[in-house]
Structures are given as C-alpha cells and as structure tokens.
C-alpha cells in the first residue's frame, strides 16, 4: 500500500505481532526511580520486572511524546514517499494526540503531496491494539488511506473497555481513589469495575467485593454489550498487569460463553505506560460491541 498504520506503543501487543501486521509504532516515555526510559512493549525491560519494583516501591512517572518526535517520526515515512494513517492513544488519557496532529500540520508545507491522517482513538491499551488489529485486517483488504481512515472514526467507539483491579495502592498512590476509600475498599475486598466512555475516558462503574465475583462480572459486561450476543465471532483480547492467572480465568469464562471467538482470547501485558498509574493486579478486556455511549 502506498500508506503505512501507526501507533504509539500504548496499544499493549507484543513487537513480534506488530512486525507481523505491518503496523508502525512510537514510543512513550517513563521513569522508574528516576531513570528515563522507553516503553517498548517489554523490549527494554521485562514487565515483570518492572511490575515487581513498582511492588517494591519503585517511584513511576509517564510522559507522552512531544511535537519535535512525532516530527522526526511521520518524517521517515514522507521520505519514502508514503502516506501515513496515525492513530493515537485516547484524548481522555493522553495530550498526546495535539502534538501528532501540531507535527501532521506542520508537515503539510515540506512535503505538500503526502497526507498525514490523525485520529484519535479513544482506545487504550491492548483495545486500542484490538482497534489497531482490525485496521490493518482491512488494510489488507484494500482500503484507500481516506476509506481507512474513514472507517476508523466510525468504528473506534464500538470496541469496549472493561477493567478490574484487585489490587487498589496504585490507585490511592495515584490519587485516583482516596486514601479514606482505599482503606475501606481493601478492608472490604472490593475490586473495582470500570470502563473507558464515549470520550475516552476511564470511569469507575461498580465496586465489588471478591476477586471471584469480578471475573464473573467482567465476563457478564461481555454477554451483555458484545456483537451479536454469545454468538460473538470476532476477535477478543485480554491486558493484565503481572497477574496471569486472574487474566486467564477472565480468559476461560470467556471461551467457555463465546464458542465461535475468533482465534480464542489473547492475553498480553499492560505496558509500563498504562501500568504505571495502574500498578500490579488489573485485568482489562476487549471485544467489538455496540456503541458506547457515555
């Protein structure tokens, strides 16, 4: 194709399926205690590592990619004499979306016959990897650059977001849950339910106490919002934060209710981006449904 898809890294796949889709990625940055480093999908450093020193108390901060990267990034592309369809991490997260449409922009005048195309997802983590996916599928299948871009605006909102944490420091370190609800919530077991709107945000929707009874929901969420019910046969894909085997029972429960998936459920990592503010113990899961609308 005369265009190439692009991401950030946020989009919480693996490098080797990246490569195998043809689809471009630019990293975030973070710090762990200070240092600077990429986050690569794990190519850096192993996330279990980086998990077991946020336990450990390891300080975390993120911060999105600048104007003068995204400048250098597209750059590459329009050299070759390619388009470029860049999707961004979600407006309700993440700035980062200004600074790749400010360098899109900027990039008209030099290279006045190439077209960069920026669109916000409203996706994160392995959703917007699901989104990003199901792009390069129709890719494939010959869409221009406009029609591509076209179906991504009007597709994006119909893939859903559903997380858990058992685990709430991370929340309360971040200031996301209060210290007085943090206490009362882990005295009480509670794990937390939540999903990202329509503006691509990330909002609580229920508290429920056990870990047990939160797979069970998370897996219900799915029943209820999924594409065509338990009959569901596209693509399902499942983020988690240094606890596999809560992923994977989210994982079973969805196998076992959705018999015609395609390709079974995939389970990857939450990338040191995301995982920074969430922290060990979360599970995320991702499907097409009907169209979020708060």
């Known amino acids: 194709m005369s265009y190439v898809l692009s991401c950030s890294s946020t989009v919480d796949l693996t490098p080797a399926q990246m490569k195998a889709r043809d689809i471009h990625f630019i990293c975030f940055h973070y710090q762990l205690d200070g240092k600077d480093l990429l986050d690569d999908m794990g190519q850096s450093m192993r996330m279990k590592d980086f998990y077991a020193a946020m336990d450990n108390g390891a300080d975390t901060r993120t911060s999105q990619i600048n104007m003068g990267e995204y400048l250098e990034y597209f750059e590459g592309f329009l050299r070759q004499g390619l388009d470029v369809l860049h999707l961004s991490l ?16 900027l990039l008209k005048t ?3 016959e190439r077209t960069v195309n920026v669109v916000d997802s409203l996706a994160a983590s392995s959703g917007y990897g699901l989104l990003m996916d199901e792009l390069a599928d ?27 944490s058992s685990d709430l420091k991370f929340y309360i370190k971040g200031g996301r849950v209060s210290k007085t609800a943090g206490m009362f919530g882990q005295l009480l077991n509670i794990c937390p339910l939540l999903n990202v709107d329509n503006l691509g945000r990330l909002i609580p929707r229920d508290k429920i106490r056990t870990k047990r009874k939160v797979i069970h929901e998370i897996e219900k969420r799915m029943e209820e919002h999924a594409r065509d019910g338990l009959d569901y046969s596209g693509k399902c894909y499942i983020s988690q934060s240094a606890c596999y085997e809560d992923a994977r029972a989210v994982a079973d429960l969805v196998e076992a209710h959705f018999p015609k998936l395609k390709g079974g459920v995939q389970i990857y990592d939450i990338g040191t981006t995301i995982g920074s503010h969430t922290g060990p113990g979360t599970v995320a899961l991702f499907f097409f449904g009907d169209e979020r609308k708060d």
């Open 90 to 105: 979600s407006s309700g997260i993440s700035g980062t979306v200004n600074s790749a449409r400010q360098a899109a922009e």
């Open 110 to 112: 030099k290279y006045p």
């Open 138 to 164: 129709r890719r494939d299948e010959g869409m221009s650059l406009e029609e591509i871009t076209r179906w991504a605006e009007q597709n994006r909102l119909f893939v859903h977001h559903w997380f858990f």
